[in-house]
């Protein structure tokens, strides 16, 4: 199992450009989220989807687009990169472990930097 | 959804016992309260979840009182790669809008 994956590990882009995150979970999970993390900050929920086909906005979701594109896959979509997104964006999915609770899992996190 | 409140920061020394307390006032009946470890560039960790009373796995023990307004995670002996930030979370089970606070901010001297 690799887990939850995401690429690209690090990306630079001027402002107005566009790119979009991937994310995949080979964990059967339901649950899929995309959160980023600001230097010294906690993690700030950008949106989740609950289950294939559904997507419910986080504490921050204004500049960002998501795309449940199946089970397995959940894409973050920056459409105009503004400064102000520069971050390190980490994908999670959750499910349910042999210990019988809910862990989520994270991926190791793509690093954006938006001039 | 349920606000958790933790200190920003602890210090303490290798082998001691640790104790992170979390407050969430407006727990739900149906929340669960779980805790995340993690390290510099990486993402968090799952560590323990609960729902009452006190949970043991082999890393660390969660006490819950009764009344679930608050929450303490405890960390046995505690060495240098301890050294971390340290979530409490508040949620539904099955999770659907998981919210990380602030954290704690752990840092283990020799």
């Known amino acids: 199992n690799a887990g939850v994956t995401q690429t690209p590990k690090f990306q630079v882009l001027k402002t107005g450009q566009s790119m979009t995150l991937q994310c995949a979970q080979d964990?059967?999970?339901?649950?899929m989220y995309w959160y980023r993390q600001d230097p010294g900050m906690g993690l700030r929920l950008i949106y989740y989807?609950?289950?294939?086909?559904?997507?419910d906005k986080g504490e921050v979701p204004n500049g960002y687009n998501v795309s449940r594109l199946n089970k397995r896959e959940f894409s973050l979509r920056l459409e105009s990169a503004a400064p102000s997104q520069t971050s390190v964006y980490f994908c999670?999915?959750?499910?349910?472990?042999?210990?019988?609770?809910?862990?989520?899992?994270f991926g190791p996190g793509t690093r954006l930097t938006v001039t | 959804l349920a606000k958790t409140t933790q200190p920003i920061s602890m210090d303490s020394y290798e082998g001691q016992e640790v104790n992170i307390t979390c407050s969430h006032n407006?727990?739900?009946?149906?929340?669960?309260i779980t805790w995340y470890q993690q390290f510099p560039s990486q993402g968090p960790r799952f560590i323990i979840q609960?729902?009452?009373t006190k949970v043991t796995n082999e890393v660390a023990s969660l006490f819950i009182p009764a009344d679930r307004k608050s929450s303490t995670l405890s960390l046995p002996r505690v060495s240098l790669s301890d050294t971390a930030v340290y979530y409490c979370?508040?949620?539904?089970?099955?999770?659907?809008?998981?919210?990380f606070g602030a954290g704690t901010r752990l840092t283990v001297k020799p």
């Open positions: 999670a999915s959750t499910g349910l472990s042999l210990n019988t609770v809910y862990e989520q899992y």
């Open positions: 964990m059967n999970h339901n649950s």
């Open positions: 989807s609950a289950s294939e086909g559904t997507t």
């Open positions: 407006n727990i739900a009946t149906n929340d669960y």
């Open positions: 609960g729902y009452k």
């Open positions: 979370l508040v949620g539904l089970k099955p999770p659907n809008d998981m919210r």
